[in-house]
């Protein structure tokens, strides 16, 4: 290999302004006329945190893993209630009896979201484990039975 190669992998030209040496990879010119150039650094300034409110702790890998998992499941509960609900035949003998079957069906499609949004919102003080216990038990809850019962015929 000629010299030449490696002088595109090297930085030796220490009076340009954009070069910045680092602590471990000082090279030290040999007799330069020009001043050497440090680099300048910027303050790091930390944002304080708001009186009277502690520094919440980081939520674990563990936890963000239930929680995805868990959200999974919840989708898949409102994907089994829509198509558990196209199984079902209602009867509908006046207009209230329609309303109220929509708004029926409405939120059984709609409860295992509600459940899970729920849960995160009724339980931010709490320990995680109660979370986690009640989207447990969110799971069993909102179960879509007509889909478990009937199935999805299209």
């Known amino acids: 290999m000629r010299a030449d190669d490696d002088d595109a992998l090297t930085w030796d030209e220490v009076s340009d302004p954009t070069h910045v040496a680092t602590p471990a990879a000082r090279v030290e010119p040999a007799e330069t006329a020009s001043p050497r150039v440090e680099p300048v650094e910027a303050p790091?300034?930390?944002?304080?945190a708001p009186a009277g409110e502690p520094a919440k702790p980081a939520t674990s890998s563990f936890l963000l893993v239930s929680y995805g998992i868990l959200a999974g499941a919840f989708l898949l509960y409102t994907v089994g209630w829509v198509l558990g609900l196209r199984t079902v035949v209602f009867v509908e003998v006046d207009t209230l009896s329609r309303i109220l079957s929509t708004v029926a069906q409405a939120l059984a499609?709609?409860?295992?979201?509600?459940?899970?949004?729920?849960?995160?919102?009724?339980?931010?003080?709490?320990?995680?484990?109660?979370?986690?216990?009640?989207?447990?038990?969110?799971?069993?809850?909102?179960?879509?039975?007509p889909f478990i019962l009937l199935g999805a015929s299209s």
């Not at 790091?44 to 304080?48: L, W």
């Not at 979201?113 to 931010?124: D, K, P, Y």
């Not at 986690?132 to 069993?140: R, T, Y």
């Open 44 to 48: 790091v300034v930390a944002a304080p």
């Open 109 to 145: 499609v709609a409860s295992p979201a509600i459940w899970f949004g729920g849960a995160f919102v009724l339980t931010r003080a709490a320990k995680p484990v109660y979370r986690l216990l009640l989207l447990v038990a969110g799971l069993v809850a909102t179960i879509p039975l």
